[in-house]
């Protein structure tokens, strides 16, 4: 049996709208006990608030199915250094993670300085990152998308962020999420699968099919999101599959690569 790993936008949502034949797919994942997460370098939301966000656009998915960015971040953390303290630049979905796995949030004399997604970033939170990895801590960050969607146009992203902190410190943050293919390995164990029988679907070939690659996994490439055919060609490397969209993997969930499709 196939074990799923599917990236959020782009892949079963569309912002705030669903992406025809999402709910279809889960609904056949669920009925057949086929092991699936939903990953996303999101780190802003808990997966309690990605489960009520998504339940609102129709698809049902419960909260132990869910992956991000923020979760890959907080069990990296606990394995580098277990009960540690970190200054933390973001939202309740990174606070709340590491504070499950026993962190310390503090701005004196932390371990590590952590900088994930939040929609105000405050310059002086910035300011005081900077002056804390200059004294020593360890720079991590959860994801590297540079910018990120919204109604009015790209917001700057963890990225875009972590590019001025670089930049005024001299100092690399190491980034967990994808492409990252530790984000991909966390999840598989959260998922208790192997590479060999796992594949990640996505939108993204910089990303998505990148790190799963990368993981050894089988990946599927859907092009209801960022990418269209021409664009993933440039790459240097393939996704085992090209789809238009998730609805095609309706009925053959069980067989994602036979010869279905004529794609």
């Given at each position: 049996m196939w074990h799923y790993l599917m990236d959020m936008d782009g892949v079963l949502v569309h912002e705030e709208h669903l992406i025809p034949g999402a709910d279809e797919l889960v609904a056949e994942l669920r009925a057949s006990d086929t092991p699936f997460l939903v990953?996303?370098?999101?780190?802003?939301?808990?997966?309690?608030?990605?489960?009520a966000r998504l339940q609102r656009t129709g698809l049902?998915?419960?909260e132990k199915s869910i992956w991000t960015s923020a979760l890959?971040?907080?069990k990296f953390l606990d394995s580098q250094r277990p009960n540690g303290s970190a200054f933390v630049i973001g939202e309740a979905g990174l606070t709340t993670a590491l504070h499950e796995i026993g962190y310390v949030l503090t701005d004196r004399d932390p371990d590590y300085v952590v900088l994930g997604?939040?929609?105000?970033?405050s310059f002086t939170a910035i300011t005081k990152a900077i002056r804390l990895v200059e004294e020593g801590a360890k720079f991590i960050a959860t994801n590297p998308d540079a910018t990120g969607p919204s109604r009015e146009g790209s917001l700057p992203a963890t990225g875009a962020v972590a590019a001025l902190i670089e930049r005024a410190t001299g100092r690399e943050p190491y980034y967990v999420g994808k492409p990252n293919p530790l984000m991909m390995r966390s999840a598989l164990r959260a998922l208790g699968s192997h590479s060999e029988n796992a594949l990640?679907?996505?939108d993204r070939m910089d990303t998505d099919v990148r790190s799963?690659?990368?993981a050894g996994l089988s990946t599927i490439l859907v092009l209801s999101g960022v990418f269209t055919a021409e664009s993933a060609e440039m790459f240097p490397y393939r996704p085992t599959r090209v789809l238009k969209s998730i609805a095609e993997l309706v009925g053959h969930s069980q067989?994602?690569?036979g010869d279905w499709t004529d794609h």
């Open positions: 990953l996303t370098n999101n780190s802003i939301y808990t997966p309690r608030d990605l489960r049902d998915i419960p890959a971040t907080a997604e939040t929609r105000t970033y990640m679907i996505g799963g690659l990368e067989d994602p690569f």
